[in-house]
């Protein structure tokens, strides 16, 4: 079974920094494009950043580039996201999504990132 | 690629068909050729689901009252007999383009 576990969430004053984990099993991380994507609340769904198989290449919605790093370690089934110069317009729920574009299919139960001072 | 969902509001009756309309504002046709068009079912508290990819293909274990269909810009996801446990909401993506883009959602209710 596939499983997606994120944690890391938490509540921050605006420009200050928090880091994103998502533990996968259930299936082969290291064959598999990787991508977190957000929900602020009540609202709808936007696609953050990606990242290759190998991590070699990583992609990040205009709003983030920058400020956001995406990263992985296949050694430990685990995938990253850094947040630095967080806003106030981050506030959401951070989701860890197996997949990229074009196959992104299980998601995570989410994590809650708050940016308020 | 602004992908445009209606209804955005969907009253629906046990039993009864349901349809959501998703428009994109360009084609999707990939250059590998396929259309990544994906449909995705947000129930009250719960994680997205994705229950249909690539237009028309529904995922493992999705109920094959769903169907999804269209081309080029138009698209529809459709459920034939609705029940209970489809209350809400439902989202179109576009996959062809970085970034991938929502639709506004349509929530169905009973």
């Known amino acids: 079974e596939v499983q997606l576990v994120e944690s890391g969430g938490g509540l921050v004053q605006p420009g200050g920094s928090l880091r994103l984990s998502c533990v996968a099993s259930?299936?082969?991380?290291?064959?598999?494009?990787m991508s977190w994507l957000r929900q602020a609340p009540g609202q709808g769904l936007e696609w953050v950043a990606n990242?290759?198989?190998?991590?070699?290449?990583?992609y990040y919605v205009d709003s983030v580039k920058g400020r956001f790093t995406i990263s992985r370690d296949n050694a430990k089934n685990t995938m990253y996201l850094q947040m630095d110069s967080l806003r106030v317009e981050d506030t959401a729920v951070y989701y860890c999504?197996?997949?990229?574009?074009?196959?992104?299919?299980?998601w995570g139960q989410g994590t809650l990132v708050t940016v308020s001072s | 690629v602004v992908m445009t969902q209606s209804p955005l509001s969907l009253p629906v009756t046990l039993g009864q068909p349901a349809s959501i309309s998703c428009r994109s504002s360009?084609?999707?046709?990939?250059?590998?050729?396929?259309?990544?068009l994906t449909w995705f079912q947000q129930r009250p508290g719960q994680s997205p689901r994705r229950l249909i990819y690539q237009v028309s293909n529904r995922d493992s274990g999705v109920p094959d009252r769903f169907s999804g269909s269209g081309s080029g810009t138009d698209f529809t996801l459709k459920i034939s007999r609705v029940e209970a446990e489809d209350v809400g909401i439902y989202y179109c993506?576009?996959?062809?383009?970085?970034?991938?883009?929502f639709g506004q959602g349509t929530k169905v209710e009973i």
């Open positions: 999504v197996r997949g990229g574009l074009y196959d992104g299919d299980h």
């Open positions: 993506m576009q996959g062809t383009r970085w970034p991938g883009t």
């Open positions: 259930g299936f082969t991380f290291s064959g598999r494009w």
């Open positions: 360009q084609g999707l046709v990939n250059s590998d050729g396929n259309t990544y």
């Open positions: 990242i290759k198989r190998d991590g070699t290449e990583q």
